[in-house]
Every structure is written in structure tokens, then in C-alpha cells.
Nanobody
């Protein structure tokens, strides 16, 4: 059974940093992608960053490029999202998700099969 567990959220001042972790279990091979998404109150869920667990290639939304870094540790089946220079508009619940039918990074919500429970990130001004 595939399970995804996020951790690392919290409250931080603008300009600060947080590192989110997504621990994945239940995978037999590394032929899948992990994505980070976020949803702010009253807004639709949006893609933040994605990584191929196969070759480590990544993709990120323009709004976070240069500030957020996604990485993986295949030995631990864990994906990290290092968030730097945080802004109040980054405040949201952050979710990680796994796409079993693709091995390239993608932020198309429709291809993701499993989702974590989410972790709250709040950035104060």
C-alpha cells in the first residue's frame, strides 16, 4: 500500500526558510514522480515542484523558481522541498503526491494517484 507522509511545516517570518519532507512507502521501483502542491484558503490547489524518482529531473512553478528547491533521497524514499525567501503569499497547506504512471516531473494534478495528508505552512509579514 502506497503511503505519503509530509512533515516540516510551521510558522515562519517572511524571508525565512523551511524544509518539508515527504516520506514515501509501498513502492517497489523508482519509476514514479513525486510532486509538491499547495492550496491556500479559497484558492485552487496548484503545483509547486515535481521530481522524477528515476533520474532526478525536476520542474517548478515560476512563482517559486530561485527560492524553492526540490530534491530526493532514494535510499530513504524521501523527497524534500527546501523553501527559502518565503513570502506571505506562500502560506498554504502543502501536499505531496505520487504519480505512478509517469516518470517525468509534472505538475498536472490529474496524473497523481496518491496524496499525503498535508502540512500547514504559514508565513507572517
Amino acid at each position: 500500500e502506497v503511503q505519503l507522509v509530509e512533515s516540516g511545516g510551521g510558522l515562519v517570518q517572511a524571508g525565512g526558510s523551511l524544509r518539508l519532507s515527504c516520506a514515501a512507502s509501498g513502492f517497489t521501483y523508482n519509476n514514479y514522480a513525486i510532486g509538491w502542491f499547495r492550496q491556500a484558503p479559497g484558492k485552487e490547489r496548484e503545483g509547486v515542484s515535481s521530481i522524477s524518482m528515476s533520474d532526478g529531473s525536476t520542474s517548478s512553478a515560476d512563482s517559486v523558481k530561485g527560492r524553492f528547491i526540490i530534491s530526493r533521497d532514494n535510499a530513504k524514499n524521501t523527497v524534500y522541498l527546501q523553501m527559502n525567501s518565503l513570502k506571505p503569499e506562500d502560506t498554504a497547506v502543502y501536499y505531496c503526491a505520487a504519480a505512478l504512471r509517469v516518470i517525468i516531473p509534472t505538475m498536472d494534478l490529474g496524473v497523481y494517484d496518491y496524496w499525503g495528508q498535508g502540512t500547514q505552512v504559514t508565513v507572517s509579514s
